[in-house]
């Protein structure tokens, strides 16, 4: 049994999809027999949101309550720590974090940009990057090293992009050896049950967060550009489409005009089981990706799209390379056209059970916590 530690974004962000996201890793390694904790650092103002003010700010209460009820269920209340922007720690105490970090075997960042790296370091902890933006992060340690900024340094680098590092992707590698992981998930955590009767396919997705980021002379997108080239998809096929969607600069009247239905991503996930009660609503995922993981062929796949998988639901994602790595034709669908994914969902109705139970099979198999963590571990302890 290995002492854990991972670093997420649970508190400041205590919405389903997020929560689910960091939930699976830490689920998954204690079921494997590890002692897990997360541990969260605010290290910037207002990086609290409050879903029910709809507000950010410093006030992490309702966060770190939803966040340890959550991880109750799971037999790890007492595994939480987080300290505030003014430096003050809840859960663990700070003379409790030292020891864990002096007794642990493993510091996994899942997207804390360093926060406790020298928290880390002066433990001699081993720590490990677990990248979740394929493209993005290495563009920007990319700059970072051309404006002459020193990198946070870890002792292992993985990355959701299976084929960052190899000559399937284009991306950057900003000089360091990435081992592929995908995103895991706990199969029971999303039990299958039929779903309802004219029931969507459906997708939870942020259309734009923030502006495009140049590289080499490109500019790369998110979402948004990506989704123009399946806009007339409900024009295609016979079962509804849905989009469950946030962010900026979404063209609702588009949407709704080409046969989209819309819900609000925030209502529709604002607790984890409001979020599995979602995909379990829905037929089936319908998704694009990013530009910037399609453009530079990254072989990211959601972590979202693993969920749908576990719950018995098929999934059309947009091909980003990760068609190379895991099965398709089945219960999972890698498009590059929306001919492409009209025929997909199409096959998918002719046999909606098998593909269901397909599905189910892909994320057991392929995404499991119980076949992905321990190759990782096997690496990095």
Not at 252 to 262: H, V
Not at 349 to 377: D, F, N
């Amino acid at each position: 049994m290995a002492r854990i530690l991972v670093g997420s974004y649970m508190v400041r962000y205590p919405l389903g999809g997020m929560m689910s996201w960091s939930l699976q890793w830490l689920v998954g390694l204690h079921r494997l027999g590890h002692e897990v904790y997360l541990v969260e650092k605010s290290t910037y103002p207002d990086s609290c949101y409050d879903p029910v003010r709809q507000t950010n700010g410093n006030d992490f209460a309702y966060g770190l309550r939803t966040v340890t009820e959550l991880l109750e269920r799971f037999g790890l209340r007492d595994r939480v720590c987080y300290v505030d922007f003014e430096g003050a720690y809840h859960g663990i105490g700070a003379r409790g974090m030292e020891e864990v970090f002096r007794t642990a075997d493993l510091f996994l960042d899942l997207g804390t940009h360093g926060a406790w790296l020298e928290e880390a370091s002066r433990a001699g902890t081993a720590t490990a990057l677990v990248d979740g933006e394929p493209g993005y992060t290495q563009i920007k340690m990319e700059k970072l090293l051309a404006d002459g900024q020193p990198l946070p340094e870890y002792d292992f680098y993985f990355s959701n992009g299976a084929n960052i590092g190899t000559p399937r992707s284009t991306a950057p590698t900003a000089g360091k050896t990435w081992t592929g992981i995908f995103n895991p998930v706990v199969p029971d955590l999303f039990p299958v049950t039929p779903p309802p009767r004219d029931a969507p396919f459906t997708t939870v997705m942020n259309w734009q967060s923030h502006p495009p980021l140049e590289y080499g002379g490109r500019e790369y997108g998110q979402k948004d550009v990506e989704f123009a080239g399946f806009m007339d998809l409900p024009a295609r096929v016979a079962v509804p489409m849905e989009v469950a969607v946030s962010g900026q600069n979404v063209p609702a009247s588009k949407l709704e005009e080409a046969g989209w239905r819309m819900r609000n991503a925030q209502e529709c996930t604002v607790s984890f089981d409001s979020y599995r009660d979602y995909l379990a609503t829905s037929r089936g995922e319908f998704s694009v990706a990013k530009n910037i993981f399609v453009a530079t062929r990254t072989g990211w796949f959601s972590d979202r799209s693993a969920a749908y998988l576990a719950s018995g639901r098929p999934v059309v994602l947009q091909d980003t390379g990760f068609s190379e790595h895991l099965p398709t034709g089945e219960g999972l669908f890698a498009v590059k056209s929306v001919e492409e994914a009209a025929a997909a969902i199409c096959q998918v109705e002719e046999s909606y059970e098998q593909h269901a139970a397909c599905a189910r099979e892909i994320a057991r198999e392929y995404l499991s916590t119980t076949k992905l963590l321990p190759v990782l571990l096997e690496r990095a302890l």
